[in-house]
């Protein structure tokens, strides 16, 4: 039982952040990117897809770079499409997405 609890503020968090509006503050990605390691880890891949969605929605900082590698992986099983597209703009310079 204390298992299935871990993480689960920071994800009740995340599923705040999924409907609010994006407005640059640092801490958001880290926020949906943990969170979103939290879901893969369970195996829930649409909640990873969710909040790594939501996380690229968020002006661009420092170390979100990653995140459309991470998102394409995440994708992959159930949205190839989406995966070839993130898999490819995380190859392409930051200044050129």
Do not use: N
């Not at 790594?52 to 159930?78: F, K, N, Y």
């Amino acid at each position: 039982m204390a298992r299935a609890r871990r993480g689960r503020p920071l994800e009740e968090a995340a599923g705040h952040l999924l409907a609010a509006e994006p407005d640059g503050r640092d801490w958001v990605v880290g926020a949906l990117c943990a969170a979103a390691r939290l879901a893969a880890a369970r195996g829930d891949s649409e909640r990873t897809v969710a909040y790594l969605r939501r996380a690229l929605r968020e002006p661009p900082s420092s170390g979100q770079e990653i995140l459309p590698a991470e998102l394409g992986r995440a994708e992959a099983p159930a949205h190839p499409a989406a995966a070839v597209r993130h898999l490819c703009a995380s190859r392409r310079p930051a200044g050129s997405r």
